[in-house]
């Protein structure tokens, strides 16, 4: 796990780069290529769609055992197939909620601070079960939203997508959605669509420091913006 928190590699032009090498070898001819893209909820996959539905097939895959209540999660996939139904940019797979998954990785670093290590483990689970997933279905590329969020490490997201990779035999597309002003274009969105937009990531850690927030800023004691993700 590398600890640097800063790109070395401009993974949004490296997409954008891929992505008009497939346009360009669909125009003579190819097929095109699907996408199974791994997404956290329908508010920060509305701008990465919105770019990837031009270029190729995508499916969205919705696998998330991090997020803390049933309910929670069932709100949150019903939104995503909503707007997926109003747009057609994507089909869609569910996944069964699977919270154990995510406790396993979550054991001995209960006390990780968000974005630390717990994070990290977080991204790997659902990048490689895309990834197998992607696989076993014979798609091109696999992917995930995750790097909407300014909140994502997209340094690590990369490099856990480049390890899956190796790992499955099917190529990751490398991207940081956030950027060229990604992730305003997924609160525009979200707002055009009117989607449930969630103060936290899912995970029951993140779900406590959400209502510390909330806390800290009813009593004066936080002045920033509640975060949005």
Known sequence: MSEKVKNAVNYDAVMRRELEKRKAEEETGAARARLLLHSCCAPCSSACLEILKDFLSVTVFYYNPNIDEKEEYEKRKA????FLRETGWAEFIDCDYDCGAFEKIAR???NCKEGGARCYECYKLRL???AERAAEEKFDYFASTLSVSPYKNAAWLNELGAEAE???GVKFLPSDFKKKGGYLRSTELSK??????QNYCGCRFSKRAAEARDA???DGTLTAPNKLY
């Open 108 to 110: 001995g670093r209960e």
């Open 216 to 218: 800290a800023k009813t």
């Open 192 to 197: 055009q669509f009117g989607l449930y937009r």
């Open 79 to 82: 939104e995503q197939i909503r």
């Open 128 to 130: 490689f079960k895309t």
């Open 166 to 168: 190796e790992k499955y």
